[in-house]
Every structure is written in structure tokens, then in C-alpha cells.
């Protein structure tokens, strides 16, 4: 069977949307080049951690509880970002939405039967083609004082 054949294409589409408006939102603030590359390399940070199976990330979760200065570390990170969640919630709803996504992706290339590469290579070109779309599109109608 062809690899086209197999691809979850209504989810890979979803995810597709979802991060072409994060591209949009983003363009949309006008933001300096460094923060499009930070943007991309914590994209594929966080592709590679949702489609690295799960006895993986439980290894180097272990870590972080070794002593009691990193299981300070995480729990103050971990009560900050619930502190992020009340103060920012529409932030919370829209990085909720693309993990929801993501997730949901990893879940169907997972019942497809492809394998981990091929899943992080395809989420990660569908990511970053939506995220690049995204600020195409709102650069173009920005050019073209579409907004009004």
C-alpha cells in the first residue's frame, strides 16, 4: 500500500490549520527573525516529544525527581505555569488546541503503523509548511490592506 494511501489526512489537515493560525497570530505581531527560529526549533522539540514513545519519556522523567533541588525545579516551574494558565488563558487554549492536535495525529500514524521517524518527519514538515502558510497568508493581506 502506498504511503499516501495510509497518511491520516483529516487529521494531518487539522494540525495543518492549527498551525497556520499560529503562523498568522504570530506574522501578525510583526516579531523579529531570531523568534521565528526559536518558534520552529521549540515545534519540532515539542513533534519529537509526542511522537517518541512513552517508555522514552518516562526515562528522562526519572531524572528530573533525582534530588531534591530538581524536584524543587519542576514544581516551582509547574505552579508558575499553573499561574500561566489563569493569567493567559486564551494562551492556554490556543497551545492546548495544538498539543490536542498534535496528539491527535500521533495517535493515527501510531494505528497506521508507521514508524517513529516517518511520523516526526511528516508532523514536522505539516507543522512547519502550516506555521510558514500561516505568515504568508497574513503578510499578504497586510500587502494588500485586506483587513480593512
Same mark, same amino acid.
Given at each position: ?8 489526512? +483529516?487529521?494531518?489537515?487539522?494540525? +495543518?490549520?492549527? #498551525? ?24 519540532? &522539540? ?35 505555569? &499553573?499561574?500561566?494558565? #489563569?493569567?493567559? #488563558?486564551? +494562551? ?10 498534535l496528539m491527535l495525529v500521533r495517535i493515527d500514524f501510531q494505528a497506521a503503523g508507521f514508524r517513529e521517524v516517518q ?11 502550516? +506555521?510558514?502558510?500561516?505568515? &504568508?497568508?497574513?503578510?499578504?493581506? &497586510? ?6
Open positions: 500500500m502506498s504511503i499516501l494511501k495510509k497518511l491520516p489526512w +483529516l487529521s494531518l489537515i487539522l494540525l +495543518l490549520l492549527t #498551525f497556520i493560525s499560529l503562523g498568522w497570530v504570530l506574522s501578525a505581531t510583526n516579531p523579529p527573525h531570531f523568534i521565528w527560529v526559536l518558534v520552529a526549533i521549540a515545534i519540532l &522539540f515539542l513533534v519529537a516529544s509526542l511522537t517518541s514513545p512513552l517508555a522514552r519519556i518516562a526515562d528522562y522523567s526519572v531524572n528530573l525527581f533525582t534530588s531534591n533541588l530538581r524536584s524543587f525545579s519542576v514544581t516551582v516551574l509547574a505552579a508558575f505555569l &499553573f499561574f500561566l494558565v #489563569f493569567a493567559r #488563558f486564551r +494562551l492556554f487554549l490556543d497551545i492546548l488546541v495544538i498539543l490536542a492536535a511520523a516526526f518527519c511528516i508532523t514536522s514538515i505539516f507543522s512547519l509548511a502550516g +506555521l510558514a502558510m500561516g505568515a &504568508f497568508v497574513e503578510r499578504i493581506m &497586510f500587502q494588500y490592506n485586506i483587513y480593512g
